[in-house]
């Protein structure tokens, strides 16, 4: 017995796999999406030849380093966050369709009274519901009219986007602060190891006029041996100080991402010994583009402090946490608020016996549409939990804020006391070279007229050595000093040209 398409019995006919192999065919044609090709990984720009000037090694950091490289792709993450959390609240719309086909089509027990008024009440007479092949198409769509836990997302996802912004810039001045450390620290070495050949060079030109003056009877052996001991001691320093160069090298390589192999082979401009402090318009072309690069002009270390309480990264990045807390405490408060949307839906359900027809006829159609209204009751505490948690989240990051702050004013004040102990340092030692070089001329002569022992002459060619490394260090100490004091600042050099290509 049957009623509108529905038989009794079971299904007629076996299955017909060759029709079902086609349906599925057309629905993957139906529903299927394009495959986007992934494109490939750009190559980085290249390594720097040549002379390499402290702006050139700063450019190509910014360009190359693997740091600043993966605080861009943070930021990436961020920025698609942001457009993720707006996805709350735009509407959605899926499509489904889904086609089956029955092997036993499926069967449910009726009372036979339906069908018959006269049948045993307890007689039950089995009914198909459903034919072969079944086809469903539905359209879901679904608007957020109220939901506040969405439009508060999408706020602090931007909140979290300046963050990550502000990471981003505070990592560029790390990174400078680094690559200017790292080129001075080259400078120092190629300087040591210029003193030190410069010493090997007067000890071997000293060791052959004793040993001139030795075979004349006019010297002992015992200035020769002395002379050839002070040699002897000299040459492991200088090797020392070779390899710290290839070091310093290698550093500056890691900074400005290129194999330490290819970084041994970086030169770089400019010069320690040859750096007047004082005076900018006596120093090389090199020398002033490396004095040049200093942001921070001399000033009182209130206004240092100041500025650095507006302009330094870290102390943004501090402020911006404790106002994302504070988003994220309101997102959790806005939970106990109500849910309203408007949905909609439009289907398509088709049913045929045999070999499968793509939506085929008989064919029915089914339209709705309604509003949802959703207010959280209870939870089990749990938000109340969660806000609490979220309150003490959001203190915490303000005690930081404030102690970060202390630190900076700390730092500042520090870094522009070691700027100017430095320079002053480096005016007093520039002096000191000065009388050192005259020392040890007037000691080379007394002792090649005779009038002079080996032994002040090695005193003086140690006072020069020393004198220079010592001019040398303090212009390293206040470059070094003066990097830090930008960065504690809050300015990079170049900034806005590097700001601009991070």
Do not use: C
Request: zero cysteines; charged letters at 25%; a negative charge.
């Amino acid at each position: 017995m049957a009623m509108n398409g529905m038989k009794t019995g079971p299904g007629r006919g076996g299955p017909r796999f060759p029709g079902i192999v086609m349906a599925a065919l057309l629905l993957v044609v139906a529903v299927g999406a394009p495959v986007t090709a992934q494109e490939p990984v750009g190559t980085g720009p290249a390594a720097p030849r040549g002379v390499l000037t402290l702006q050139e090694a700063v450019r190509t950091a910014v360009e190359r380093n693997p740091e600043l490289q993966s605080a861009r792709l943070v930021l990436e993450q961020a920025q698609e966050q942001v457009d993720e959390a707006w996805g709350n609240v735009f509407p959605s719309a899926d499509l489904t369709t889904t086609y089956t086909r029955n092997l036993s089509v499926p069967v449910s027990f009726l009372p036979g009274i339906i069908f018959d008024p006269d049948a045993d009440p307890d007689e039950l007479i089995a009914v198909q519901f459903g034919a072969d092949n079944l086809w469903n198409l539905s359209i879901d769509v679904e608007q957020p009219l109220f939901n506040a836990a969405a439009f508060i997302g999408v706020g602090a996802a931007g909140r979290f986007e300046s963050l990550q912004e502000e990471v981003l810039r505070g990592e560029l001045h790390t990174v400078v602060t680094r690559v200017q450390s790292s080129y001075f620290q080259l400078l120092l070495s190629q300087e040591q190891e210029r003193l030190l050949e410069n010493s090997v060079r007067r000890v071997e030109e000293s060791l052959r006029e004793t040993r001139a003056l030795a075979d004349a009877g006019l010297s002992s052996e015992y200035d020769v041996l002395r002379l050839e001991v002070e040699l002897a001691n000299l040459t492991p320093n200088l090797r020392r100080a070779r390899n710290a160069v290839q070091q310093a090298k290698r550093q500056l390589g890691v900074e400005l991402d290129i194999p330490p192999a290819e970084a041994e082979s970086l030169e770089v401009a400019g010069s320690l010994a040859t750096m007047r402090l004082d005076d900018l318009a006596a120093n090389s072309a090199d020398n002033r583009a490396i004095l040049a690069m200093a942001e921070v002009t001399t000033a009182p270390a209130e206004e240092l402090v100041a500025s650095a309480m507006s302009l330094r990264s870290d102390v943004r990045q501090l402020e911006q946490t404790e106002d994302l807390r504070l988003t994220e405490l309101r997102l959790q408060q806005v939970e106990y608020l109500p849910r309203i949307s408007l949905f909609g839906s439009y289907g398509i359900i088709s049913q045929q016996n045999g070999d499968p027809r793509f939506f085929g006829d008989p064919r029915a159609y089914n339209r709705l549409i309604g509003v949802r209204l959703t207010f959280p009751i209870f939870q089990g505490f749990q938000r109340d939990a969660r806000i609490d948690r979220q309150r003490a989240v959001l203190e915490q990051a303000r005690v930081q804020t404030e102690l970060g702050r202390n630190q900076v004013a700390t730092e500042v004040r520090s870094l522009a006391e070691q700027v100017e102990e430095a320079r002053l340092r480096a005016e007093a030692q520039q002096l000191a070279v000065t009388q050192a070089q005259r020392g040890f001329d007037i000691a080379r002569a007394q002792y090649r007229e005779g009038l002079g022992s080996q032994l002040e002459l090695t005193d003086a060619e140690v006072a020069l050595r020393q004198s220079e490394f010592n001019y040398a260090q303090a212009v390293y100490d206040y470059l070094v000093a003066r990097a830090q004091l930008d960065a504690a600042v809050g300015i990079v050099p170049m900034g806005e040209v590097l700001e601009a290509g991070a």
